[in-house]
């Protein structure tokens, strides 16, 4: 089956440092991965959509200017939260979209802004 | 854009029982709905999914039935057991397709008890 991986896990950063996300898609090409944030005992938010080669699509209220998400290549999309503040602390989790099956997800990152 | 509204918000069944979540969706237009079940902590995984030129689709213990013309699809698991207990969510989509992005109901936590 279709595999994503995100790394890191778990990210602590002092408040005002910037932290980058990776995701990636392992067994498969992904022209469209999403950048998802989920706080706790709620539902995923779709932040934004990255497509390779391209500018990312940001949904309604997410600052571009402070998630910073780069789709340099098929298999693997970035997201750079810049200036992190405590607000941002959340599980951060991507998709990659694979053909016509649907998205897959990775397994999240849990930052944590002190 | 879509939304995506999703009862109950908690369910708790007795071991056997059966558990039914239901959703509701406002765009007309989707034609992709999937259902993801996420432990604490962990990501979403897809457990069944359903298209719009289908009104039920069934895999083991779990189906999931679609109406169109009320815009609302139901995840049914029966005979539940122990380790169905999670956070169960909806979404709907214009499609599985690559570009296609998933707008998520609120969740629900289904609690399965001995």
């Known amino acids: 089956g279709a595999v994503v991986s995100q790394h890191p896990s778990r990210v602590i950063c002092k408040s005002g440092t910037s932290v980058k996300i990776e995701c990636r898609s392992l067994?498969?090409?992904?022209?469209?991965m999403f950048w998802y944030r989920q706080f706790p005992k709620q539902s995923l938010m779709l932040m934004a959509t990255s497509n390779e080669g391209s500018k990312a699509t940001y949904e309604q209220g997410v600052e571009k200017d402070k998630f910073l998400i780069n789709h340099a290549s098929l298999t693997l999309s970035t997201l750079t939260v810049t200036s992190a503040h405590p607000e941002d602390s959340s599980f951060y989790i991507c998709?990659?979209?694979?053909?016509?099956?649907?998205?897959?997800f990775g397994p999240g990152t849990r930052l944590t802004v002190t | 854009g879509e939304n995506v509204e999703q009862h109950p918000s908690t369910l708790s069944v007795q071991e056997g029982d059966s558990a039914v979540i239901k959703c509701t969706y406002s765009?007309?237009?989707?034609?992709?709905f999937p259902w993801y079940k996420q432990e604490l902590g962990k990501r979403p995984q897809l457990i069944i999914d359903?298209?719009?030129?289908?009104g039920e689709k069934k895999d083991q213990r779990i189906a999931v039935t679609l109406n169109k013309t009320a815009k609302h699809f139901s995840l049914h698991i029966t005979e539940t057991q122990p380790e169905d207990s999670a956070v169960y969510f909806c979404?709907?989509?214009?499609?599985?397709?690559?570009?296609?992005?998933?707008?998520f109901g609120t969740g629900t936590r289904l609690q399965v008890t001995l």
């Open positions: 359903i298209r719009s030129n289908v």
């Open positions: 067994d498969f090409q992904a022209t469209t």
């Open positions: 979404a709907a989509s214009l499609g599985p397709g690559t570009a296609s992005k998933l707008t």
């Open positions: 765009d007309s237009a989707s034609n992709y």
């Open positions: 998709s990659a979209a694979h053909g016509t099956e649907g998205q897959y």
